[in-house]
């Protein structure tokens, strides 16, 4: 069974910084990616980033390029995302997931979900 644990979510100012960590396990297939997503009441989940597990590709949405920084930790099968220079928009509720690499679309990190974490807040004070 696929299991995702996000840990790592809270409260924090405007221009500070938090990191998330998505502890993975129970899954065996070769190539898949790690995600993660965010979701802002009244707003559809988002992609953040997501980092590939065989070439190490990572992906960042616009949005968080240059403020976020995705990376792995594959001993321990931890994904952790570094949030920098958070805004008061980057408040949501932040979910990682397992995704198959073979059905994501190039250059996103839009593909079939595996499994879901269950997800952990973060607010941003302005």
């Known amino acids: 069974e696929v299991q995702l644990v996000e840990s790592g979510g809270g409260l924090e100012q405007a221009g500070g910084s938090l990191r998330l960590s998505c502890a993975v396990s129970?899954?065996?297939?070769?190539?898949?990616?790690i995600g993660w997503f965010r979701q802002a009441p009244g707003n559809v989940r988002e992609e953040v980033s997501c980092?590939?597990?065989?070439?190490?590709?990572?992906y960042y949405a616009d949005s968080v390029k240059g403020r976020f920084t995705i990376s792995s930790d594959n001993a321990k099968n931890t994904v952790y995302l570094q949030m920098n220079s958070l805004k008061p928009e980057d408040t949501a509720s932040y979910y990682c997931?397992?995704?198959?690499?073979?059905?994501?679309?190039?250059?996103?990190?839009?593909?079939?979900?595996?499994?879901w974490g269950q997800g952990t807040q973060v607010t941003v004070s302005s």
């Open positions: 980092v590939s597990s065989n070439s190490g590709t990572t």
């Open positions: 129970g899954f065996s297939f070769d190539d898949y990616a």
């Open positions: 997931a397992v995704i198959d690499i073979a059905t994501m679309r190039p250059g996103t990190c839009i593909g079939s979900i595996a499994s």
